[in-house]
T-cell receptor, first 115, second 114 residues
Framework: GDSVTQMEGPVTLSEEAFLTINCTYT??????LFWYVQYPGEGLQLLLK?????DKGSNKGFEATYRKETTSFHLEKGSVQVSDSAVYFC??????????????FGKGTKLSVIP | EPEVTQTPSHQVTQMGQEVILRCVPI?????FYWYRQILGQKVEFLVS????????KSEIFDDQFSVERPDGSNFTLKIRSTKLEDSAMYFC????????????FGPGTRLTVT
């Protein structure tokens, strides 16, 4: 079945540090890939997405590139802020032709940014 | 900006009781979902709903669970006889469908079964 593996947390960084959260996936077909963020006490918010190989999703300074050859979708940000402290989830949806729209999530990576 | 809303934010119930969790999806969306997140674990898919019927469900979604869209705006998840292991955060999500796969999540209902 489909699966998403992301790096174990927690990750603690100083403000303005570079962030990478690794994500790899296993899926049939050509999935769409997503990063969701969950701030403390809140629900899941879509951060960015990519729907085909070599697409780069970006939002709020975060980026991730869909790498089909390595089945990866690593999240990066050049300079993190305290307000980026949250749990980050990598997720996929199998291609619509498979008739499935369920999101498969990774376990989440907790990021703490200290001033 | 349109958003998914859920009520209540926190529900405490006794084992064996029925609970109904309510969601109001984004108004022009066609696909509706329920997910759950047991404390400290990953978010898990429960069920998807389209055109007034279940389109997919996971192994978790057994006969104790049911979903309904009783009117044009609400989408509900019913657990008939709650168990301790049903304690979790339950998220509703909706999507426009078609080529737009993005699912938009509500803030969640924390269900505590005692």
């Amino acid at each position: 079945g489909d699966s998403v593996t992301q790096m174990e947390g927690p990750v603690t960084l100083s403000e303005e540090a570079f962030l990478t959260i690794n994500c790899t996936y296993t899926a049939t077909g050509y999935p769409s890939l997503f990063w969701y963020v969950q701030y403390p006490g809140e629900g899941l918010q879509l951060l960015l997405k990519a729907t085909k190989a070599d697409d780069k999703g970006s939002n709020k300074g975060f980026e991730a590139t869909y790498r089909k050859e390595t089945t990866s979708f690593h999240l990066e940000k050049g300079s993190v802020q305290v307000s980026d402290s949250a749990v980050y989830f990598c997720a996929l949806i199998r291609h619509a032709e498979a008739g499935s729209y369920q999101l498969t999530f990774g376990k989440g990576t907790k990021l703490s940014v200290i001033p | 900006e349109p958003e998914v809303t859920q009520t209540p934010s926190h529900q405490v119930t006794q084992m064996g009781q029925e609970v109904i969790l309510r969601c109001v999806p984004i108004s022009n969306h066609l696909y509706f979902y329920w997910y759950r997140q047991i404390l400290g674990q990953k978010v898990e898919f429960l069920v998807s709903f389209y055109n007034n019927e279940i389109s997919e469900k996971s192994e978790i979604f057994d006969d104790q669970f049911s979903v309904e869209r009783p009117d044009g705006s609400n989408f509900t998840l019913k657990i008939r006889s709650t168990k301790l292991e049903d304690s979790a955060m339950y998220f509703c999500a909706s999507s426009a469908g078609g080529v737009s796969y993005e699912q938009y999540f509500g803030p969640g209902t924390r269900l505590t079964v005692t």
